[in-house]
C-alpha cells in the first residue's frame, strides 16, 4: 500500500490551486527558444501546451522540432500582454536587434574577447609579439573604432571619379563626370592596336603625329619610326646616341617633312622619303616639348618657357620669340588661318598671341593645373578649347575675340588632348588618371556620346588621321589603339585620295636649308 500512497502525495504536490499569471515573465519567456523550456512545464497550461506542443510530442518527445513549432509565430499579445508592448516593435516589424554576420569582424571579436583582460605589463618580449603579429593579421589599425558586432551593412562603394590613382585629397569634391547620351553608336573597342615598346611616360611630350600622307611619325625613347598606316611597313628614321630622346614630332601640312625636338634643345627636320636630315636648329636651353607648323613658320617651346618661332626657308631661321610663360611650354597650336597662336604651360596658364606682338594679347588663368590640351575649332573662328590636367581636368571652350567663356565642363578625369571633327560637329578628349579613358562630345553643349575605354594607363596624346575618320591614342601602357570614331559620312568629297606610298616634293621642301 505504500507505493499507492507516494502516487497519491506526488499527485497532490503537481496540482495547482490557481492559475499562472503569465503577464509578468512573458517579456522574458518570448526571448528564450521553446526548447529549453522544462518538460514537466508542460502540464501547467493545457491550452498553452497544445498551441506549443506538436501533435507527437507525447508519445514521442525526442521529435521535437522547434524551426516548425507553430508557437513562434504567436505575438505576446494573445498570452495577455498590454498593447504597447506590440507598439514598439522595429520599422521592419522586428523586436529584436540580430548582427549581420556579413559585416561582423568575428575575428577580431574573439581577438578582442581573448585579450581584454591581459595585462600588458607582465608579458614577455615573446608574449608582445605574439600580440602584435595577431593585431597586424586581423588588421586592427584602431581598436577604439573598431566594432565587434554590426547591425547594418556596409556604406557602398565609391562611385567613378570619387578618387583617382594618385589620392588628390580634394578630388571627392569633384562632381562625377557626365554620362554618355544615346546620340550614335560609337565602336567602344579599337580597331588596331600596336604595340610601343620604350614609349616615355611623360605627360608633358608630344610623341606621335599623322600625316597628311597616311604616314604615322612615332618616338620611341630615342628612336624615331615611321608607321605606314596603308601598308603596314615599318621604317626606323634615325636613333639618338646615348641618354638623349626626342620630346616631340610633327609633321609639315604637305607630310613630306618631319619636324622632331629633343632632349638637347635642338629641332631637326627630316626628309622622310630619303631618310636624311635636311637642317638642325637651336636656341632653346631646355628640351623641346611641343611643335606646330604654319606652313614655313615653325613654333617650338621649350623647358624655360620660351617659344621660338622659325622661318625653316631662310639660314637665320630664329626670327622671333615669344615670351610670357614662366615655366615648361606644353602645348602649341596654330589658329586654321594661321593668324593667332595658342599655348599652354605648366605654370597653369593658356596664352594666345599674335605672332608679330612680343607679348600675348590674351591670357587664361583659370585652370588649376598644367594645361597641354589646346585646340582650336576648324569650323567656328576663334573659338579654342583647353584642358587642364590632373588638378584641373576640366575642358572650356573660349571665344578668344571678346575671351568669353563659352562652356565649361568638368570630365572628371586628367586631359591630355582633344580634337576636333568638322563633319560630326564632335570633339574627342584624351584623358589619363584615373579613367584612361576618351570621350566623344558633342559640341556646343558638351553632351557625352560615348566612353572608349581600351587603356591600362593614362592616355598620353590623341591625333587624327587624314581623312578624318579614325583617332589614334597613344598611351604609358606601351600600346598604340586606333580608334573608327567618326565613319565617312555618305556624301562623298571630291578629290579625297588616301595614300601613303608616295612622298610628292613641294616646292617649300625645295627651299628649306
Sequence with gaps: MSHFNFDQQLSDALQLDTSLNLSASISRLALKPPSRMPVSGMGLNRSRSASRASPNLASKPQQFNRSKSPARSKTPTRLGVPEVYNSKKGLNGSDRFIPNRSTTDMEFASHSLVNSEEDTENMSTTQLRRRKLLEENLNVANVSESRILSYKTKAPAAKDGHANNMKILYSAGKPQAPKASNTRQVPSSAEKILDAPDMIN????????????????????????????????????????????????????????????????????????NTKVIRTMRGHQGRIATLDWNLHILASGGREGAIHLHDVRIAEHHVSTLQGHSQEVCGLT???????????????????????????????????????????????????????????????????????????????????????????????????????????????????VADLNGHTSRILLIVKSPDGTTVASV???????????WPQMEKVKKGLVKTGRSHPVSLLAQSIR
Design 334 to 448: 596654330w589658329s586654321p588661318d594661321g593668324k593667332h597662336l595658342a599655348s599652354g604651360g605648366n605654370d597653369n596658364t593658356v596664352q594666345v598671341w599674335d605672332p608679330a606682338m612680343p607679348r600675348p594679347f590674351h591670357t587664361i588663368t583659370e585652370h588649376q593645373s598644367a594645361v597641354k590640351a589646346v585646340s582650336w575649332c576648324p569650323w567656328q573662328r576663334g573659338v579654342l578649347a583647353t584642358a587642364g590636367g590632373t588638378v584641373d581636368r576640366t575642358i572650356r571652350i573660349w571665344n578668344t575675340q571678346s575671351m568669353n567663356q563659352l562652356h565649361s565642363l568638368d570630365t572628371g578625369s586628367q586631359v591630355c588632348s582633344i580634337v576636333w571633327n568638322s563633319d560630326y560637329k564632335e570633339l574627342i578628349s584624351g584623358h589619363g588618371f584615373s579613367n584612361n579613358q576618351l570621350t566623344v562630345w558633342k559640341y556646343p553643349n558638351l553632351t557625352k
Design 475 to 485: 598611351g604609358a601602357d606601351e600600346t598604340i589603339r586606333l580608334w573608327n570614331v
Design 202 to 273: 611623360d605627360f608633358y611630350l608630344h610623341l606621335i603625329d599623322w600625316s597628311s600622307l597616311n604616314h604615322v611619325a612615332v618616338a620611341l625613347g630615342g628612336g624615331m619610326y615611321i608607321w605606314n598606316a596603308t601598308d603596314g611597313s615599318i621604317l626606323q628614321l634615325f636613333q639618338k646616341e646615348d641618354e638623349q630622346y626626342i620630346a616631340s614630332v610633327k609633321w609639315i601640312k604637305e607630310g613630306n617633312v618631319l619636324g622632331v625636338g629633343d632632349s638637347e634643345g635642338s629641332v631637326q627636320l627630316w626628309d622622310v622619303a
